[in-house]
């Protein structure tokens, strides 16, 4: 045995002092080490959950891009866009900016203007209306007129009649400030040249035809008829040359004259046959013919508006089977937009595909350099440059116009 | 513990008096006994009830679903470096086969994985483009390969059908490392042999060039051969494509030709002069395995399709120079030029149209695109190209069509391969992006790995 160390004289024999402070902290953590063992061991164990799976954001389908290069240069030389959307007639430039509502509750197809006070007419669901730079509108021509069509400039303006109980060729010349309304011999469709005051639009003999509305016979136009305010309008194109040259059984269906009126594009066909642009010159010779896609018919032809050239938009749409009778909006189809040049008759094609799915509106900027189509997708723009620029746009709407200037 | 005074030890002056002692300790020695009791008491129910929480209650694993999108990689470390969407979804869409510019071949899994290198031939290294590129611009006239692939692989990952540099379509097989040329000495091919699926029939297009003054084709010739190399037939005009059982073949109309007249030589501003040919295809035609033909392109159709994009187009200088047969051999699509246009096409007027032609019914209708670059058919049904505006779109079958991607103008895409099933779509450039067909918001893209050679089924599928 060992020595013990210290001096036996100071050893404390007396029983350690009670501590119940830190016994009672000794007693609760032996405590709840024993339960939670004892917890650990008798608790039954459930079945695991099934793992919560957190899907990340949904994924967005493709889009065209935002050019904004090409957005900022359009918008420059093109003015505001003229939209119709949820029944409001709205101006907006093409890079979204500036949006501003010329009219409420007006479901507009068509416009003229607005002219430098603001001053626009719209047809209206049938109605030939006069928007006032405040919103103020009122109705121009005879109460019982609807209109199917309206093309016109300045204070001019041609409307042919809806054709659902009125003459397929009763259309009227209408002074859109006074209102005053003179009968023209002609039907729908009708073009009017921005810088000469000549109108054109479709004569007789007029047909009914199945395959361009659902269910219902349309009366269309088999010659060209071409005119100026105050003079009895002229046979541009007479039936039986449409059909040598459209093929047998062929009608009207749009028509669009250059600004100088030098050049008539008339988009020619019948449902379920092929269609055709002729292009005419103002005595009516063939400068071209532009045959399009098989299936495809022309929603929109229109001629750009450029100092010392002009081209000729042609906007072709699928329109085989169930497409035929769709509307623009409803179609979901393809087709594409061609672009064609007079002087050296040269042609591009401008957009097809995609943006071509439901289009519905289309108009040249009014510089002349880019077209714009329209598709509950969004506006997309085209800028024939040297180089074919294209750009999805932020605006939304139905295209109606890209006039040069904003109303006031 | 006790209650009884301590009765032994030192006793010193400063210890209390006994009694003293007694009536100050009994109270705190009591707590000591019963603090600890209910301490454990407590501790014992604290930690049961904590046990009982950790054990009954287990917290469901969080994890993250396939990515929709196309960015990011899901949440999951898997795929080649560099990846970009749910590569995840890639896996048993087949294998992708590549080469690299050493001429080794490649495969790997579509989603990187499984990566292994097959073997190596020596026709298949990067080299410079042949010598004569003038020489080779009147040969383009004749056909124009349907994409840029430097060689084609087989399902079977050993047949490689290419071109060598001397300009001979050729198949080699990776195995054994054999190379065969598929036309005659003093023959040419603008491109790869075209095959049927199971490389049972192959077929070449062979072409000699001449002219007095300015180059042009003055002998086309093609030639289709079974597996083992033995000619089935000789064919005048170019080869196109074969079919994918290899009962049918894709060949010019020489009947066209002649209708057409040669297409006229020209000295260009933009691009070499080529010289008139007789030999450049004006019309195509079916061959079929039993000696027969089947006229499915004539020359005026050529001419209609081309005028809805160029009214006003010199008939004179049309010619077909791509032609790919649809997956069921009902469809074709065909690339038409305009080989008189003297214009850069981006800044000028149209000078090629893409026309899909029904080949039973023999009717051609164009599909108007500016620029329009590669085009695909996809197994399913439909097809898929690239335009001007840097789009790929896809035209599925009775439904409108479908915008795959914007902005790949400057990806250099060289290529769209369908995966096996039809479900992808490979478009394969600088960087390999993956699309699903039906729902093109699924992306994958990737650093390329290679030049892609073939996409193909997965063994034993």
């Not at chain 1, 003229?112 to 209306?129: M, N």
């Not at chain 1, 449409?242 to 100088?260: E, F, K, N, T």
């Not at chain 1, 769709?326 to 040269?346: D, T």
């Not at chain 2, 599909?367 to 996809?378: K, N, R, S, V």
């Amino acid at each position: 045995m060992g020595r013990l160390l210290g001096d036996p004289e100071v050893w404390d024999d007396s029983p350690a002092r009670p501590r119940p402070a830190a016994r009672g902290l000794a007693g609760l953590a032996t405590g709840a080490v024993a339960g939670l063992l004892l917890a650990f061991a008798v608790v039954p164990r459930p079945h695991p959950p099934p793992p919560e799976v957190r899907l990340p954001p949904a994924a967005e389908a493709p889009k065209l891009r935002v050019e904004n290069q090409v957005l900022y240069s359009a918008s420059l030389g093109g003015g505001p866009l003229l939209v119709t959307r949820s029944g409001r007639l709205e101006q907006v430039n093409a890079d979204g900016t500036d949006r501003r509502v010329l009219a409420q509750d007006v479901r507009a197809r068509a416009v003229v203007g607005p002219d430098r006070a603001g001053v626009l007419v719209a047809l209206d669901s049938g109605v030939v209306t006069r928007v006032e730079a405040n919103g103020a509108s009122r109705q121009l021509g005879p109460a019982n007129f609807l209109a199917d069509g309206l093309a016109g400039a300045g204070r001019q303006l041609l409307a042919c009649p809806d054709p659902a109980g009125q003459p397929a060729d009763g259309g009227l010349l209408l002074d859109a400030v006074s209102g005053r309304a003179r009968p023209v011999k002609l039907g729908c469709p009708v073009a009017w040249a921005a810088r000469a005051g000549v109108f054109a639009g479709a004569g007789g003999p007029w047909t009914r035809l199945q395959g361009f509305r659902r269910a219902a016979a349309v009366p269309r136009g088999g010659s060209v008829l071409v005119g100026r305010p105050g003079k009895p309008p002229r046979v541009l194109l007479e039936a039986k040359r449409l059909r040598r040259l459209a093929g047998r059984g062929a009608v009207v269906d749009g028509l669009a004259l250059s600004p100088d009126a030098e050049l008539v594009a008339v988009s020619a066909g019948r449902p379920g046959g092929r269609w055709q642009v002729l292009v005419l010159d103002r005595d009516g010779r063939q400068v071209t013919s532009i045959p399009l896609a098989g299936g495809h018919r022309p929603a929109w032809i229109g001629w750009s508006d450029r100092q010392g050239s002009t081209t000729l938009a042609v906007a072709a749409v699928d329109r085989r089977g169930n497409l035929a009778t769709a509307e623009l909006a409803a179609r979901e189809g393809s087709g594409y937009v061609l672009a064609w040049q007079p002087e050296g008759g040269s042609s591009r094609v401008l957009a097809s595909g995609v943006p071509m799915v439901a289009a519905d509106g289309f108009a040249w900027s009014s510089d002349g350099d880019s077209v714009a189509i329209s598709s509950p997708a969004g506006i997309l723009i085209v800028k024939q440059a040297d180089v074919v620029y294209t750009t999805a746009s932020p605006v939304t709407g139905t295209l109606l116009a890209w006039p040069s200037g904003a109303a006031p | 513990m006790s209650d009884r005074p301590p009765t032994g030890g030192v006793v010193n002056q400063e210890q209390p008096s006994p009694g003293l002692l007694v009536e100050r300790g009994r109270g705190r020695r009591r707590l000591a006994v019963l603090v600890p009791v209910v301490a454990v008491v407590c501790g014992l129910v604290a930690g049961g009830l904590a046990g009982e929480r950790a054990v009954g209650r287990q917290r469901a694993t969080a994890v993250t679903g396939p990515a929709g999108g196309g960015t990011g990689s899901g949440g999951a470390e898997v795929g080649p470096a560099g990846v970009v969407g749910p590569v995840e979804q890639l896996r048993g869409a087949g294998r992708v086969l590549f080469t690299d510019p050493q001429g080794r071949v490649h495969t790997q899994g579509a989603d990187g994985d499984r990566h292994r290198v097959l073997g190596q031939l020596g026709e298949l290294t990067t080299r410079r483009a042949p010598s004569g590129f003038e020489l080779e611009v009147a040969a383009h006239l004749l056909s124009d390969p349907p994409d840029g692939r430097l060689a084609e692989l087989g399902p079977d990952a050993d047949l490689v059908y290419l071109r060598t540099a001397d300009g001979a379509a050729a198949v080699g097989r990776l195995q054994d490392g054999s190379l065969r040329r598929l036309v005659p000495a003093g023959w040419r091919s603008p491109g790869p042999p075209r095959h049927a699926a199971d490389g049972s029939v192959l077929g070449v297009c062979g072409y000699r060039l001449g002219g007095d003054r300015l180059p042009a084709v003055t002998d086309a010739r093609s030639w289709v051969l079974d597996g083992s190399g033995k000619r089935l037939a000789t064919l005048p005009g170019c080869l196109y494509d074969v079919a994918a059982d290899g009962a049918s073949a894709l060949v010019a109309d020489p009947a066209e030709g002649r209708r057409a007249g040669p297409v006229p030589g020209r000295e260009f501003l933009r691009r070499p002069p080529v010289g008139a040919s007789d030999q450049l295809t004006r019309g195509l035609r079916l061959w079929r395995r039993d000696g027969s033909f089947h006229p499915v392109l004539g020359f005026a159709d050529v001419v209609r399709v081309f005028r809805t994009v160029q009214p006003g187009v010199d008939p004179r200088g049309l010619v077909v120079v791509t032609a790919v047969l649809g997956p069921d051999g009902r469809q074709a699509l065909v690339r038409i030029v305009d080989t008189l246009a003297d214009v850069d096409p981006r800044t000028g007027r149209e000078v090629e149209v893409l026309a899909v032609v029904d080949l039973q019914r023999g009717r051609a209708e164009s599909a108007p695109e500016h620029l329009p670059g590669l085009f695909a058919f996809l197994p399913t049904g439909g097809w898929a190209l690239t335009g001007g505006a840097g789009t790929a779109t896809y035209l599925p079958r009775d439904r409108p069509p479908q915008l795959l991607c914007s902005g790949i103008a400057g990806d250099g895409v060289y290529a769209i391969e369908p995966s096996p099933d039809g479900a992808w779509l490979l478009l394969a450039g600088a960087s390999w992006r993956f699309i699903r067909a039906d729902d093109p918001s699924v992306q994958v893209s990737y650093p390329a790995p290679g030049r892609l050679a073939s996409w193909v089924p997965e063994p034993g599928r």
